[in-house]
């Protein structure tokens, strides 16, 4: 049900916007340094075989050693360059995904199979000697591997975005929020590069002592942290506003469900962003470590069939128990599915977290949500769009003459840019899409006689293709339905509870 309007999980709003404060701090202190260039400057790059423009990055003063001068216009000039083009390609890639619906998955893998032999082949003609074509070239291999690989999951895949697009197509103001956020993420990531450049350029040139080379390692990978932490922020506040739409659209017909800005849409933003915010903080910080980690626990998962008398061994599989045992607590609460309840029901973090996985365990459908081919395709479909705007990079630095560093590699510079950009950008749009297909999911299991009801053709189109590749997964749905049809329909959220339903939705 959804919670009273209350803020939950303040401390890591607060913790988060100190440390954002904090890097406003740092760029308004040292960006500047990154950006100035004075006749000194322009002359020693100019000596150094830079260009106009440059400021010096890292020098060591003696012995012959080379000083790096990087001209920072040129990256921010090439940066948005990337940022336009990067924006236009994952939004065409977005509109063709919306109005293919149900051949999106085959036409997603098709598309970045396409891409990367474009990356590959640009990569040939614009700098054949570089890392660039073979990085084309090992995209595209992977690529086609992976297609092989899950083409017989693509039915199960695609009737959970049929109906997820649907819903975004009911209300399209939720692309408007992964527009917005896209560019919010861009400007940040310029912002935070010059920011980090500057301190950088001062703490080696000594203007800012830190202590010894522990303490810049420890100050660098704070920094590090706190783009994730941001970068993770933006993401997960567009997975939870598009999460509250999808949930509000769930219940009410179609006829009843065609806006461009409805009233759910705006909760639901503001929900996510002042409400809900210190619990998206918390799980943007701590979610993907938690994953990483269960991912290296399970392959310290003593084999509890296995006989063996020896006491250290024993000993041993004790000690991994107790390790692995305590990642799966972390991991029930810290998980990707914690932030469809945050959006839908404004849930704090830690209550939300538990609840996902206690509906998902009661259903039995914990191998079920473990698939996770639509995030491996929209990952997918994410580098490879990286791959192209890195490729648009060096297209613009070959046909321009942008330099970048006093080296003589600035094809090198000018793809990575663009790689970076296209990666960010196309992941924060294409969040909408892994988001409504997780509210759907959730949905799906709480509410499936609301679905019925309201949605009779994309609930059975679901249920269809949820049996031909998992059987027996839709026993309970089919008897709530049957049972739910021949009373009438009046089955709500209350009658779901109270007939074994893990959860009750409203």
Same mark, same amino acid.
């Given at each position: 049900?959804?919670?009273?309007?209350?803020?939950?999980?303040?401390?890591?709003?607060?913790?988060?916007?100190?440390?954002?404060?904090?890097?406003?701090?740092?760029?308004?202190?040292?960006?500047?340094?990154?950006?100035?260039?004075?006749?000194?400057?322009?002359?020693?790059?100019?000596?150094?075989?830079?260009?106009?423009?440059?400021?010096?990055?890292?020098?060591?003063?003696?012995?012959?050693?080379?000083?790096?001068?990087?001209?920072?216009?040129?990256?921010?000039?090439?940066?948005?360059?990337?940022?336009?083009?990067?924006?236009?390609?994952?939004?065409?890639?977005?509109?063709?995904?919306?109005?293919?619906?149900?051949?999106?998955?085959?036409?997603?893998?098709?598309?970045?199979? #396409?891409?990367?032999?474009?990356?590959?082949?640009?990569?040939?003609?614009?700098?054949?000697?570089?890392?660039?074509?073979?990085?084309?070239?090992?995209?595209?291999?992977?690529?086609?591997?992976?297609?092989?690989?899950?083409?017989?999951?693509?039915?199960?895949?695609?009737?959970?975005?049929?109906?997820?697009?649907?819903?975004?197509?009911?209300?399209?103001?939720?692309?408007?929020?992964?527009?917005?956020?896209?560019?919010?993420?861009? #400007?940040?990531?310029?912002?935070?590069?010059?920011?980090?450049?500057?301190?950088?350029?001062?703490?080696?040139?000594?203007?800012?002592?830190?202590?010894?080379?522990?303490?810049?390692?420890?100050?660098?990978?704070?920094?590090?942290?706190?783009?994730?932490?941001?970068?993770?922020?933006?993401?997960?506040?567009?997975?939870?506003?598009?999460?509250?739409?999808?949930?509000?659209?769930?219940?009410?017909?179609?006829?009843?469900?065609?806006?461009?800005?409805?009233?759910?849409?705006?909760?639901?933003?503001?929900?996510?962003?002042?409400?809900?915010?210190?619990?998206?903080?918390?799980?943007?910080?701590?979610?993907?470590?938690?994953?990483?980690? &269960?991912?290296?626990?399970?392959?310290?998962?003593?084999?509890?069939?296995?006989?063996?008398?020896?006491?250290?061994?024993?000993?041993?599989?004790?000690?991994?128990?107790?390790?692995?045992?305590?990642?799966?607590?972390?991991?029930?609460?810290?998980?990707?599915?914690?932030?469809?309840?945050?959006?839908?029901?404004?849930?704090?973090?830690?209550?939300?977290?538990?609840?996902?996985?206690?509906?998902?365990?009661? &259903?039995?459908?914990?191998?079920?949500?473990?698939?996770?081919?639509?995030?491996?395709?929209?990952?997918?479909?994410?580098?490879?769009? #990286?791959?192209?705007?890195?490729?648009?990079?060096?297209?613009?630095?070959?046909?321009?003459?942008?330099?970048?560093?006093?080296?003589?590699?600035?094809?090198?510079?000018?793809?990575?840019?663009?790689?970076?950009?296209?990666?960010?950008?196309?992941?924060?749009?294409?969040?909408?899409?892994?988001?409504?297909?997780?509210?759907?999911?959730?949905?799906?299991?709480?509410?499936?006689?609301?679905?019925?009801?309201?949605?009779?053709?994309?609930?059975?189109?679901?249920?269809?293709?949820?049996?031909?590749?998992?059987?027996?997964?839709?026993?309970?749905?089919?008897?709530?339905?049957?049972?739910?049809?021949?009373?009438?329909?009046?089955?709500?959220?209350?009658?779901?509870?109270?007939?074994?339903?893990?959860?009750?939705?409203?």
């Amino acid at each position: 049900t959804v919670q009273p309007r209350r803020c939950r999980d303040a401390f890591f709003a607060v913790l988060f916007y100190l440390q954002l404060g904090a890097m406003v701090a740092v760029g308004v202190t040292f960006g500047p340094e990154a950006l100035s260039s004075n006749e000194d400057d322009d002359d020693a790059a100019a000596s150094a075989g830079g260009t106009e423009g440059g400021e010096e990055q890292a020098g060591a003063g003696g012995g012959g050693a080379i000083e790096l001068y990087i001209t920072y216009r040129n990256v921010f000039l090439v940066a948005c360059m990337c940022g336009a083009f990067a924006a236009a390609l994952s939004a065409l890639a977005l509109v063709v995904m919306t109005l293919i619906a149900r051949r999106l998955v085959q036409v997603a893998l098709v598309f970045s199979i #396409g891409m990367a032999f474009a990356w590959g082949t640009i990569g040939i003609g614009l700098s054949p000697k570089s890392f660039v074509p073979i990085t084309g070239i090992i995209a595209l291999a992977l690529t086609v591997g992976y297609t092989f690989v899950v083409w017989d999951r693509i039915p199960f895949a695609a009737a959970n975005l049929r109906t997820a697009l649907s819903g975004i197509r009911s209300n399209l103001g939720a692309v408007a929020v992964a527009f917005l956020f896209q560019a919010l993420a861009l #400007g940040w990531s310029v912002y935070y590069a010059f920011a980090v450049i500057g301190l950088y350029d001062a703490i080696e040139n000594g203007d800012v002592n830190v202590g010894g080379d522990a303490a810049k390692v420890f100050v660098y990978i704070g920094l590090g942290v706190a783009y994730y932490w941001t970068f993770q922020v933006l993401l997960h506040t567009v997975q939870s506003t598009v999460a509250g739409v999808v949930g509000d659209w769930w219940y009410q017909p179609s006829s009843d469900t065609s806006s461009c800005c409805s009233e759910s849409l705006s909760a639901s933003f503001l929900r996510s962003t002042l409400l809900s915010s210190g619990s998206i903080c918390l799980g943007s910080l701590l979610v993907g470590p938690v994953q990483v980690l &269960r991912q290296v626990a399970e392959n310290f998962r003593p084999n509890r069939d296995a006989t063996v008398l020896m006491c250290l061994h024993e000993c041993l599989s004790c000690f991994q128990e107790c390790a692995v045992g305590c990642v799966d607590r972390l991991a029930e609460v810290f998980h990707p599915w914690a932030f469809t309840y945050v959006g839908m029901y404004g849930y704090g973090f830690d209550e939300a977290g538990r609840k996902a996985s206690e509906l998902f365990r009661k &259903r039995g459908w914990a191998t079920i949500v473990s698939d996770d081919l639509i995030p491996n395709v929209l990952f997918i479909a994410s580098l490879v769009i #990286g791959g192209v705007t890195g490729c648009f990079g060096l297209l613009v630095e070959a046909l321009d003459g942008f330099a970048f560093t006093n080296l003589d590699r600035p094809e090198v510079t000018a793809f990575l840019i663009g790689l970076a950009v296209g990666v960010v950008l196309s992941s924060v749009l294409f969040s909408i899409i892994s988001a409504s297909v997780n509210a759907v999911i959730v949905c799906f299991a709480g509410s499936p006689v609301e679905f019925q009801q309201n949605h009779p053709d994309l609930s059975n189109d679901m249920r269809s293709a949820w049996r031909e590749v998992w059987p027996g997964c839709m026993d309970i749905v089919d008897i709530k339905i049957g049972i739910g049809t021949t009373i009438g329909g009046g089955m709500g959220s209350a009658d779901l509870q109270g007939s074994g339903s893990s959860l009750s939705f409203v």
